[in-house]
């Protein structure tokens, strides 16, 4: 398994599989080949048909600049959905020719290679994880602690996470594109409707973040940029209007992370490849894990916690209208937040009948995102992306 950095990337949405990933792509070739007078990226699949409303263009200018021409190629199909071919001509000769593939997360693969992600952990599955916990009597974020020394990163990236949720709290109007959509977080932050407070805050927070995100602002993937509003606003909530400790909130972030790093070794956590399930049930999955352990529930709990939120987002489509991380992503965000805290209460009561492993579930997320139509694989070529009418109220 791989670091836990290469899970919480602090960068800049909408998307991490179509605006980090294909930046790093272009960044490499910028520094392998400095003197290149021109490139040409051709994106596919899914870079190439929903690429325009994630700025999938618009990050690669911005770093090879007018160097650069970029070709969407809507027919020609690939093996993996988010793949682009980047060539490099110097006085009019090809140079070079490289095949990436925009993993998830922000995680590249280079002419088959995956990339700057060296291996940190000797664990292939959650059953691993947990039976090396319990042989040394150390809870799940001790195994973190046992394997790499990150707590100077994740206070970085727990910071990180605040000032996006306070931004979104604090900024009114529309987010960027066509389909004007009116931000949230200031209306349900300051909404009086009679309900749990809680419900109120999770919510207000969530729609912060994922706002902030496809605005194209500084988020961190947790695990993607299309869910960075889940597990924030979950640990916003205790530090903030909980008075938990730092401490526990970065404790509470590695524990997530061996959940986030299981499902994305052993599954996807693109949508692009396996559906919206992998990645707001991805997100679901940790905020489980962390509100469970914030809870002082055991490891049996918690992951009985991150398989009941796995469970029931199996078969979620991905179909962002016209592209957009807007319509349903940030909205799903503050559904998925409550989600999780519903999962740790069943956990806290149900895990002696569990039935399920979280590998199982993990393995099965995988194959029903393989089984699932490309339409419905961050295409907007199916459900709501096709459906929706800009008539709509």
Same mark, same amino acid.
């Not at 993937?221 to 960075?228: E, K, Y």
């Given at each position: ?9 602090? &960068? ?7 605006? =980090? ?12 080949? /400095? ?6 990226? @051709?994106?596919?699949?899914?870079? %190439?048909?929903? &690429? ?40 009019? @000769? ?11 997360? +922000? ?14 952990? /000797? ?31 994740? !206070?970085?990236?727990?910071? @990180? =996470? ?8 604090? @900024?009114?109007?529309?987010? /960027? ?16 409707? /009679? ?21 194209? !602002? ?7 940029? +299309? ?53 707001? &049930? ?7 894990? %962390? ?13 009985? %916690?991150?398989?009941?939120? =796995? ?28 989600? %999780? ?53």
């Amino acid at each position: 398994m791989k670091s836990l950095k290469n899970l919480y990337r602090i &960068g800049y949405g909408p998307s991490s599989s179509h605006t =980090m990933g294909p930046g790093y792509c272009s960044q490499f070739l910028k520094d392998t080949y /400095p003197d290149a007078d021109k490139y040409i990226v @051709t994106l596919y699949g899914s870079l %190439a048909l929903t &690429g325009k409303g994630h700025l999938t263009d618009l990050i690669i200018k911005k770093i090879l600049k007018d160097k650069v021409k970029v070709i969407f190629d809507y027919k020609s199909k690939q093996e993996h959905p988010n793949t682009l071919i980047g060539e490099v001509y110097k006085d009019g @000769t090809l140079l070079n020719r490289h095949t990436f593939v925009s993993l998830g997360g +922000g995680t590249i693969s280079i002419d088959g290679k995956i990339c700057f992600e060296p291996e940190v952990y /000797p664990f292939k599955n959650f059953q691993e994880i947990k039976e090396y916990a319990l042989r040394n009597n150390i809870t799940l974020d001790r195994v973190v602690d046992r394997f790499e020394d990150v707590d100077e990163y994740l !206070n970085q990236v727990f910071l @990180t =996470m605040e000032k996006a949720i306070v931004r979104g709290l604090n @900024t009114e109007g529309y987010l /960027p594109g066509e389909l004007k959509v009116r931000r949230k977080a200031s209306i349900i932050f300051h909404n009086d409707t /009679p309900v749990e407070k809680r419900i109120h805050l999770l919510s207000s927070y969530a729609y912060a973040s994922s706002e902030e995100n496809a605005s194209g !602002n500084k988020i961190v993937t947790a695990p993607t940029c +299309g869910s960075c509003g889940v597990l924030p606003a979950a640990l916003y909530y205790y530090y903030h209007d909980l008075s938990y400790p730092l401490e526990k909130i970065i404790e509470a972030l590695k524990v997530a992370s061996l959940i986030g790093n299981v499902i994305k070794q052993n599954a996807s956590i693109s949508g692009a490849l396996a559906g919206c399930q992998s990645e707001i &049930g991805s997100s679901c999955s940790m905020t489980a894990a %962390a509100i469970s352990y914030l809870e002082g529930l055991n490891i049996n709990n918690i992951e009985y %916690a991150a398989e009941v939120a =796995m469970e029931h987002h199996l078969g979620l489509t991905c179909d962002p209208i016209k592209g957009y991380v807007q319509i349903p992503c940030i909205e799903r965000n503050a559904v998925c937040v409550l989600r %999780a805290f519903d999962s740790c209460y069943l956990a806290s009561i149900l895990t002696d009948l569990s039935k399920v492993s979280f590998d199982t579930v993990v393995k099965t997320m995988y194959q029903t995102g393989l089984d699932l139509s490309s339409s419905y694989k961050e295409t907007s070529k199916g459900g709501l992306a096709k459906f929706y009418s800009k008539n709509e109220k």
